[in-house]
């Protein structure tokens, strides 16, 4: 994740003085209104795919493909009774790749006319045939049949961006409104909605248009006794999803409750924000009070919000096949899981660890029906019953270990920049015999159950780790007794994932999500989500973070 | 197109704001052309060119504000900005925390340095130095290098002129050896790219990753450290200075929710909260760092301490919070200098009986806002030291510190450098707290 993500709400002033009060370049803000113009019709969009196509093999190019994209942004954030910023945003361009003399080259532009891409796709190709004089390996794609016209379309209820701006406005005010009545000094809330409508064609036959959906609401709620100058804060147990509006419609049944006492809520497929909004105000103010952890080895119970970070950094980071091979090196880092290692059989977990990748899950960030270099979407697995048995890969890293095919896992953050490997949903499975979670915490003789993702921080090859979280519970003789604070627990990839015990059953099984990802360099950002029942962990090193400074 | 120049830039903004008829109204342009190359195993994998600029259009009636952007010029596409923003504002709820635009100021004028443009074909020289540099040692590049030429303009109906070019180039390269069991990491930015030598940095980081192979493992515990510039600093990462400086804002700490936050209300302005070496201040005018004239609201930048003999002598100000707390506002700033003496990581190094050298740290977050406690790695290159020389490498460490309490316990400051917009000093601190080992490499 990178700093988007994890400077959260309550955050927002540490950092903030660096932070330009100037506009993005990434796209135009522009009247609400025009979010919900239509953008280019198909049958034009095609027409110029084929314009880049045909320029492309023109100047020589042995491969190309186009996305011609719109990307919608709404954003609207609130701090406790007043609006503080709405903003609309359009980005409309395209992307042109190219093999020539077996080398990638890639070039963007905002001029969607004919001359704009024709000019376009010549500079990929003049990049492609300019680094081809440095190249050593040539490019090895994947082959990939064409699809011919094919759409796809997140299974949205309610588009956010038809909603009008005060209705979002006044949600959020009144989650503000409902954590400041439980006791919350302060409150930040935000909207963010993402529609990417992209066109994607190649020169292997595919013309595929995709209209693609994200929403995340958020907030962070902070008390503060002036008197001991303590202050103490909360975020959300939201997730941003891959759904529309509907998010935020709350229903009963998507609320899954935490282990008896512990006063927690996580939500499925629909989010409750005035509850959750009271829920963490009244927390917070525990936190404020309650004992301070003893640190040692625990066993802890992970809620799927929080252990959908874990997977993130220590499953998902490690298994991307350009990662593996060394191409982040310079910037996210490598991974232990190299090929070499796969060879050893060293376990990456226990028999109850079985991770899939999958790019299909129904409101997962990650889901959608072929990715950027047009190809269809899938599951599979990464690691079966602890033994790790495949990687995240796409069309020009599939030959390097040996395989015929994408996993269909190339992402462009937008069509300024070029597409490349990026992480899908990756989910740990849940039990398949029934379980819930008060019976997992049953057999917990010293432990806590940690529910919400907090601070987090992994090296460079995904061994070594630290997470905290967002609210914590003491776990005496099976039963929770009381709220703790300072808890960060420190681990190794291995050893955590040797270390599970299983999980509860599919009816305790949701999603974290992650709206901004970051990797690469310039750095893009994905988003991803990761599902996951609560998780039991023996022996895991938990340390104390308080201090105290002068 | 990308570039404007100020008259040029002036003329458009000066027509942008003939369009409108709200009370107020601000246009601001940002443009920015650039080039960058990637590579990893030692070849290119990526190179690319941007090259965009974009106006805003801030209109105001009475407190409420709307703000569009555009990136085409033509006379339709620029009043249809104005009349989209003054949409925006007519519809906005008022701010409660509203300020008047600011009136006509005055600039410093930061240094422009550069001698070079940095063309593609310097761009893939530069990475082909290294990239060659490390095939003929058996040795694994990935680097990065990123630069060129960005220039902002404001202007707004209260008469307000403002116009700023600048120059930057980050170049950064991990070398790894070829069996994977050492790591070397190098970086630096540059004003002018006539002064950047890939080579010399690449060497630097082979350096690190042939003397890092074999690490052994040493007990987590609290250490004296020496903290080379990228351990303190960092342009795409959160880091301790940074974390810290950018941390000084007065709004969150009168809040009550910051490490500046004083007991039973107010901030910690004027207070001696760090050894009496440390000084830290922004200066527009450094020749080696020039920084920004004016931030986003238009607010001239000027020399501005910080942190004085361990005293914290200014925080940040919004217009707003400097108004309701009848203070003067501060510009943001785009970088700091702290400053230090003459000696360098070697001097530094020599003078140290037992230690430990951080080439850099990584994937620093913060654990508790509170204290300032942030968790991190040491990465590509983390050495022991005894009796003033390098003894081995040692594996990498997880460390959980403060920046406040890594402040106070200063044993040498060295020769500031520049990096990430900054110009930092490594420094040598005792009582580093790691807290446990990692195995990456």
Redesign the interface.
């Known amino acids: 994740m990178n ?1 988007r993500d ?1 400077v959260g709400l ?16 990434a ?6 209104a ?1 979010l919900l113009e239509p953008g280019l019709d198909v049958a034009a969009k095609k027409r110029l795919a084929d314009v880049a196509l045909n320029a492309a093999k023109a100047a020589g190019a042995t491969y190309a493909d186009i996305r011609i994209q719109r990307t919608l942004n709404q954003s609207v954030f609130t701090r406790e009774k ?2 503080q910023g ?3 945003i359009e980005s409309l361009g395209v992307g042109i790749r190219v093999i020539a003399n077996g ?2 080259g ?2 963007s532009t ?1 001029n969607v006319t004919d001359a704009g891409i024709a000019k376009t796709a010549q500079q990929a190709v003049a ?1 492609a045939k ?2 081809s ?5 040539p490019v090895k794609l994947a082959p990939q049949r064409g699809y011919g016209d094919v759409a796809w379309k997140t299974p949205i209820e309610k588009n956010a961006f038809e909603v009008p ?1 005060k209705e979002k ?1 006044d949600l959020l005010l009144a989650a503000n409104a409902t954590a400041l009545a439980n006791g919350a ?2 409150v930040n809330s935000a909207l963010f909605q993402v529609n990417e409508q992209k066109y994607f064609a190649s020169t292997d036959g595919s013309y595929i248009d995709q209209d693609i959906h994200r929403i995340y609401p958020t907030f962070g709620v ?1 008390v ?8 103490r ?1 909360r975020q959300s147990l939201s997730s941003p999803m891959g759904m529309g509006y509907e998010y935020l419609t709350p229903k009963a049944a998507d609320k899954v409750a935490g282990p008896t006492g512990s006063d927690v809520i996580g939500y499925k497929n629909s989010y409750d924000i005035l509850e959750d909004a009271a829920r963490a105000a009244k927390q917070t103010k525990q936190k404020l009070t309650c004992k301070s952890v003893v640190p040692g080895k625990y066993d802890l119970i992970l809620d799927p919000h929080h252990l959908g970070l874990t997977i993130h950094e220590s499953v998902g980071h490690p298994t991307e096949l350009d990662r593996v ?7 996210a ?2 991974s ?1 899981a ?1 090929l070499e290692w796969r060879k050893k059989n060293i376990p990456y977990g226990s028999k109850n660890v079985t991770i899939v990748a999958d790019k299909l899950q129904p409101n997962s960030l990650g889901a959608v029906g072929y990715d950027d270099e047009g190809v269809k979407t899938k599951e599979w697995t990464i690691i079966d019953q602890g033994k790790l048995i495949d990687y995240q890969k796409i069309r020009d890293q599939a030959a390097i270990v040996g395989q015929s095919a994408s996993d269909g896992c190339c992402y462009s953050q937008s069509w ?1 920049d ?1 597409q ?1 490997q990026r992480m899908a949903n990756i989910s740990l499975r849940p039990s398949a015999t029934k379980r819930s979670v008060d019976e997992l915490v049953s057999g917990v003789d010293k432990g806590i159950y940690i529910a919400g993702n907090g ?10 780790s ?1 997470f ?1 979280g967002q609210v914590f519970y003491a776990i005496e003789k099976g039963k929770i007794t009381e709220m703790l604070e ?1 808890v ?1 627990y ?1 681990t ?1 990839t291995l050893e955590f994932w040797g270390a599970c015990q299983g999980s509860c059953d599919a009816s305790d099984y949701r999603f974290a999500g992650f709206f901004n990802d970051g990797k690469g ?3 893009q950002s994905s988003a991803v989500s990761h599902g996951s029942a609560t998780t039991r962990f023996n022996g895991v ?1 938990v ?1 104390n ?6 | 197109m990308a570039i404007l120049s100020k008259d040029e830039a002036q003329a458009l903004l000066k027509k942008v704001l003939t369009y409108t008829t709200a009370d107020e109204c601000e246009a601001s342009l940002r443009g920015r052309t650039s080039g960058n190359i990637r590579y990893a195993r030692n070849s290119v994998s990526t190179a690319g060119a941007q090259d965009s600029v974009s106006l805003a259009v801030e209109a105001r009636f009475g407190k409420r504000s709307g703000i569009a952007t555009c990136n085409e010029f033509d006379e339709a596409t620029l009043r249809r900005c104005v009349q989209r923003a003054e949409e925006i504002a007519r519809l906005a709820p008022e701010s409660p925390e509203y300020v008047p635009l600011l009136g006509p100021q005055t600039y410093l004028s930061p240094p422009s340095a550069a001698t070079t443009t940095l063309t593609p074909a310097l761009r893939a020289q530069a990475a082909a130095d290294s990239m060659n540099l490390c095939a003929a040692k058996n040795l694994t590049s990935a680097g990065f290098l990123d630069g060129g030429t960005s220039f902002r303009a404001m202007r707004n109906s209260k008469g307000l002129e403002a116009y700023q070019q600048s120059t930057n180039t980050e170049f950064s390269v991990t070398v790894r050896t070829a069996d994977g069991r050492g790591s070397g990491y190098a970086i630096a930015d540059v004003t002018d790219p006539a002064k950047l030598n890939t080579k010399a940095l690449t060497q630097r980081a082979a350096d690190k990753a042939t003397g890092s192979v074999n690490a052994k493992a040493i007990e987590p515990g609290k250490y004296t450290v020496i903290l080379e510039p990228a351990a303190l600093v960092a342009s795409d990462d959160l880091s301790l200075l940074g974390g810290l400086v950018g941390g000084l804002d007065a709004r969150s700490a009168d809040e009550g929710r910051s490490f500046m936050t004083k007991k039973g209300g107010g901030n910690r302005k004027g207070e001696k909260l760090f050894d009496e070496r440390i000084n830290i201040y922004s200066d527009p005018l450094n020749a080696e760092v020039p920084g920004n004239a004016f931030d986003g609201d238009g607010l001239p930048t000027q020399r501005m301490s910080w942190v004085e003999k361990g005293v914290v002598k200014n925080m940040y100000y919004s217009r707003y919070w400097a108004e309701k707390n009848k203070v003067a506002p501060t510009a943001y700033p785009n970088g700091f200098i702290m400053t230090g003496g003459t000696q360098s990581t070697a001097d530094l190094i020599k003078g140290t009986a037992k230690g430990i050298l951080v080439t850099r740290l990584w994937y620093i977050r913060e654990v508790d806002p509170q204290t300032l406690l942030y968790t991190g790695l040491t990465r590509d290159g983390t050495f022991y030291i005894e009796n003033g020389a390098i003894k081995f490498p040692i594996k990498n460490l997880r460390f959980n510190e403060s920046p406040i309490i890594m402040l106070n316990n200063i044993e040498a400051i060295g020769r500031p450098v520049r990096l990430a917009g900054c110009l930092v000093p490594p420094l040598k601190i005792r009582d580093f707290t790691f807290t446990s080992l990692s195995d990456a490499i």
């Open positions: 700093r994890f309550t955050g927002l002033a540490t950092g903030a003085l660096w932070l330009p009060n100037f506009p993005s370049l796209g135009n803000l522009v009247d609400p025009q007043q609006v709405i903003a609309s080398t990638w890639f070039a905002n990049i300019a680094n004089k440095v190249q050593k390996e701006i406005a000094s302060f902070t503060v006794d002036r008197a001991s100058g303590k202050f804060s091979l060394g191409y982040e090196a310079n910037f880092g490598t232990f190299t300024r070029v490349f601070s987090f921080s992994i090296d460079q090859q995904r061994y070594n630290q905290g300072d960060a420190q190794n360099q310039p750095s090193n340390i973070t308080a201090r105290k400074i002068g």
